[in-house]
């Protein structure tokens, strides 16, 4: 691997490659379906609906690791102009300071430049993603009794907040209203 290549794919980095299931696998049959529909021109509001004998949890997974993806493509993208010096505060526009916590080393909200809070959060969304106690990949091995709630966490912190607008939201109404009762 050449020098320019190890260090695009360095952990350290913001880019990360993506995240892939197994051919042959009932996600990668989902996850070649979920493609398929949203390349093909057709309604959006159509193309999360839980396809007729599918399981829940799976099309959640499927979704949530595209999710990732394309999040890590799109920071990719924004990561060189967005430096601590550029970016001290990660922030959700003047009115929205976000702060970062954790388990190990913050343990209370501590501010933090933007590409530091982004590396932190993209890391723990990959230790969540490939963490098998909440993804298994296994076919056989069930999802944890509480995966929906893990994402419902997410869905109310950006209704909340208002982060995303409501008409942004509206392909997936049917989807969380399902998930969040």
């Given at each position: 691997m050449s020098i320019g290549l190890k260090q695009v794919f360095n952990k350290d980095k913001t880019f990360r490659p993506k995240r892939k299931?197994?051919?042959g696998t009932q996600r990668f049959e989902l996850h070649k379906r979920a493609q398929a529909s949203l390349t093909s021109g057709v309604d959006l509001k159509a193309t999360v609906q839980l396809p007729t004998g599918e399981d829940l949890n799976d099309w959640v997974a499927v979704h949530v690791v595209d999710f990732f993806n394309r999040i890590n493509l799109i920071y990719g993208t924004v990561c060189d102009f967005c430096t601590e010096r550029?970016?001290?505060?990660?922030?959700?526009?003047?009115?929205?300071?976000?702060?970062?916590q954790d388990d190990n080393r913050y343990k209370k909200?501590?501010?933090?430049p933007a590409?530091?809070?982004?590396?932190?959060l993209m890391d723990w969304i990959e230790v969540q993603i490939n963490?098998?106690?909440?993804f298994p990949t296994s076919v056989g091995?069930?999802?944890?009794?509480?995966?929906?709630q893990i994402y419902k966490h997410f869905y109310y912190f950006v209704?909340?907040?208002n982060l995303v607008d409501r008409k942004e939201l509206e392909p997936l109404?049917?989807?969380t209203a399902h998930m969040c009762q």
């Amino acid at each position: 691997m050449s020098i320019g290549l190890k260090q695009v794919f360095n952990k350290d980095k913001t880019f990360r490659p993506k995240r892939k299931f197994d051919p042959g696998t009932q996600r990668f049959e989902l996850h070649k379906r979920a493609q398929a529909s949203l390349t093909s021109g057709v309604d959006l509001k159509a193309t999360v609906q839980l396809p007729t004998g599918e399981d829940l949890n799976d099309w959640v997974a499927v979704h949530v690791v595209d999710f990732f993806n394309r999040i890590n493509l799109i920071y990719g993208t924004v990561c060189d102009f967005c430096t601590e010096r550029t970016c001290p505060i990660m922030s959700g526009g003047p009115k929205y300071e976000y702060r970062w916590q954790d388990d190990n080393r913050y343990k209370k909200p501590t501010a933090l430049p933007a590409p530091q809070y982004m590396n932190l959060l993209m890391d723990w969304i990959e230790v969540q993603i490939n963490n098998e106690d909440i993804f298994p990949t296994s076919v056989g091995v069930p999802f944890p009794k509480n995966f929906l709630q893990i994402y419902k966490h997410f869905y109310y912190f950006v209704t909340e907040l208002n982060l995303v607008d409501r008409k942004e939201l509206e392909p997936l109404k049917e989807m969380t209203a399902h998930m969040c009762q």
